[in-house]
């Protein structure tokens, strides 16, 4: 502690009948005494130290130690001035501690009762710094990879700092000029006691707001401040600050001070700004560029649609030429329906002549002679019944149920004739069905053209050829590809081709059996 006055206080003499003349004091009124000499004559102090033992206990009081090489003095920071304190006393930092001085009876001690505590001096300053940097670097909250990149283009940018400085002004006129997005200021006070406090609070504060709640959640934060002397960027030194850097999801620029001001935020942010205005900068592209870097991807897309479809033009008609022409896929179909066409008169000149035949045989039958007999029978009959009451009367009955069964039996006699001779025709209609090479191809059988040209020997056709191959569903184009497997069949060792198949004579409906006598 340092010494206030120079010289030892008085002694007091002793009385000359010695010290049994001396008053009697209680030992409360002695320490009251001493309290009172002290207090009135130390009654405000600064006391410059090393701050040794701090204890906190949950009362909220602070008890530390002050002391160097030869002396120690106790300290007391009362609950409410803790508070608002300066500099929060840590062990090993070296401070000049402002307050009064008196003592604790109790005890029999004296003591510092602190109301306010600074860093004695820059080098304090710079070594607590060095201290709580390293303190933080070995948790890993400066580590590169907890860094995250920066969005591109965020929509809304949240800015940490005073509403009334210089600062705001140039974020807000760099943000306008380079490309305007929506900016959300949270004012803080970036000087003082309460500047960490409100600062970390801010922090915390944007990344608790809802995306969409009636604030816009930002994409990216700025923390800014002006230039200044150490003490007055100390507030972003605290550790409260720089956890709450640490710990935010939102990627956060620092931008404090000028771009020689280092402070703790810088470390734990994901980029740092050398100035607010640069932080601005790094928060937004500038929109001219980036209307440039479209114009130049939109015309390298146009350029890659035109060069593509040019491509795709060549390859369609170079393919095109592959395809057989329309007069060529049907010249093959055409052909067979003329030679149905011509077949189809004679087939159905040849069915008329079977059926007149048919009915030719059918029709001798019914012969003159067989009329006239049956007429003289009738007429005998006819006499016979004229000799007995009511015969003619049946025998008319008898006629007429004769009538009415032949004439069942010629209409089916006819429908049985008819139907014969459509199953006759479904089984021609299936017949010709059946040489269709379509149906063929329905089988698992393909047919191979080339030049529009059906191949029949594969020996024909040399190595790269283009080739149409017909199947069933679809054709598609192939390339024939090395050797034939033997060589090409010449006429001495080529199979004799099967015969043609000889034309089927048409069915003769199967015989009918004799119907016997119409009116026997």
């Known amino acids: 502690m340092a010494a206030l006055f120079d010289d030892p206080p008085p002694q007091r003499p002793e009385g000359p009948s010695g010290p049994g003349n001396l008053p009697e ?7 009251g005494a001493v309290k009172k000499a002290i207090e009135d004559g130390f009654g405000r102090v600064r006391v410059r130290g090393e701050v040794g033992r701090v204890s906190r206990p949950r009362s909220g009081h602070i008890y530390l130690d002050l002391k160097d090489d030869r002396a120690v003095l106790a300290a007391i920071v009362w609950k409410g001035q803790a508070g608002r304190l300066s500099v929060q006393p840590t062990e090993g930092d070296e401070v000049v501690a402002t307050g009064r001085l008196t003592t604790f009876p109790g005890q029999s001690r004296y003591q510092l009762i602190v109301e306010d505590m600074a860093l004695a001096g820059m080098g304090a300053l ?10 933080l670097e070995a948790e890993g909250l400066f580590a590169p990879e907890r860094k995250r990149p920066l969005p591109y283009l965020p929509r809304v940018i949240g800015v940490v700092t005073s509403p009334s400085g210089a600062v705001i002004r140039d974020i807000l006129h760099r943000v306008a000029d380079r490309f305007p997005v929506h900016v959300v200021v949270w004012p803080v006070a970036v ?3 309460k500047c960490a406090a409100e600062v970390a609070a801010a922090i915390r504060g944007f990344n608790a707001l809802s995306p969409d709640g009636p604030v816009p959640r930002p994409d990216v934060l700025i923390v800014a401040r002006g230039g200044g002397s150490v003490e007055d960027l100390w507030g972003f030194n605290e550790e409260i600050v720089v956890r709450a850097a640490a710990d935010s999801r939102i990627p956060l620029i620092s931008a404090v001070g000028h771009e020689t001001d280092t402070t703790l935020i810088d470390h734990a942010s994901d980029r740092r700004a050398p100035t607010p205005t640069a932080a601005a900068e790094l928060a937004v592209p500038v929109r001219a560029e980036l209307r ?5 991807f939109e015309e390298r897309r146009r350029r890659a649609v035109a060069r593509m479809l040019d491509d795709r033009t060549r390859r369609l008609r170079d393919l095109s030429r592959l395809l057989p022409r329309p007069e060529g896929l049907l010249s093959d179909r055409a052909q067979r329906l003329d030679a149905l066409a011509e077949r189809l008169p ?3 000149s040849g069915f008329a002549t079977v059926k007149r035949a048919g009915f030719d045989r059918k029709a001798g039958r019914f012969s003159a002679d067989l009329l006239t007999r049956l007429i003289a029978r009738r007429r005998a009959d006819l006499d016979r019944l004229r000799l007995r009451p009511g015969g003619l009367r049946a025998e008319t009955r008898r006629g007429r149920e004769t009538l009415a069964g032949l004439s069942a039996r010629l209409d089916r006699a006819g429908a049985q004739a008819m139907t014969a001779e459509r199953q006759r025709l479904d089984r021609a209609g299936r017949l010709l ?3 269709s090479y379509q149906n063929v191809l329905a089988r698992g059988f393909a047919v191979v053209r080339h030049d529009g040209a059906v191949a029949t020997q594969g020996g024909a056709l040399s190595a790269g050829a283009m080739v149409e191959i017909e199947f069933a569903d679809t054709r598609r184009n192939a390339v024939i590809d090395g050797a034939p497997d033997a060589p090409p069949a010449t006429p001495e060792t080529a199979p004799a081709p099967d015969p043609a198949p000889k034309p089927r004579k048409p069915k003769t409906p199967p015989k ?7 009116f026997g």
């Open 346 to 348: 004679r087939a159905l």
């Open 512 to 518: 009918k059996p004799d119907q016997g006598d119409l």
């Open 25 to 31: 004091l209680s030992v409360s009124d002695l320490s």
């Open 191 to 193: 000087q003082g006691e």
């Open 292 to 296: 440039a870097v479209l114009a130049g």
């Open 126 to 135: 710079l070594a607590k710094l060095e201290r709580l940097k390293k303190t």
């Open 433 to 435: 069905e059946s040489f």
